[in-house]
Nanobody, 130 residues
Framework: QLQLVESGGGLVQPGGSLRLSCAAS????????IDWFRQAPGKERERVSC???????????YYADSVKGRFTISRDNAKNTVYLQMNSLRSEDTAIYYC????????????????????WGQGTQVTVSS
């Protein structure tokens, strides 16, 4: 049974850092694109970052403009975990963060639409406040 579990959220001051984890089970991580989305109160869920499935022994990454240069996505296939390192956090980064997965064997693309991701975690709250 495929499962995603996020962790690492919490309360942090502006300018601080957090590392989110998305622990996967029940599937082969390199064959899947993993995306991080977030949803702030009163707003629609938006895409944050993605790591593609393995393609020619590499993984492509994608970042929303709002997080470029501050967030870094990475994966540890041995631990079946994808990470989102978040630095220089701002109040507008406050949201529930979700990881999502879709099988994309051999593809370097990161699907752009949320509807393309059939597997989702339960979310982890990130609050940036002084």
């Amino acid at each position: 049974q495929l499962q995603l579990v996020e962790s690492g959220g919490g309360l942090v001051q502006p300018g601080g850092s957090l590392r989110l984890s998305c622990a996967a089970s029940g599937f082969t991580l390199p064959d899947y694109a993993i995306d991080w989305f977030r949803q702030a109160p009163g707003k629609e869920r938006e895409r944050v970052s993605c790591t593609s499935a393995r393609s020619r022994n590499t993984y492509m990454t994608y970042y929303a403009d709002s997080v470029k240069g501050r967030f870094t996505i990475s994966r540890d296939n041995a631990k079946n975990t994808v990470y989102l390192q978040m630095n220089s956090l701002r109040s507008e980064d406050t949201a529930i963060y979700y990881c999502a997965a879709v099988r994309a064997y051999g593809s370097s693309a990161c699907p752009g639409r949320q509807s393309e991701y059939p597997y989702w975690g339960q979310g982890t709250q990130v609050t940036v406040s002084s």
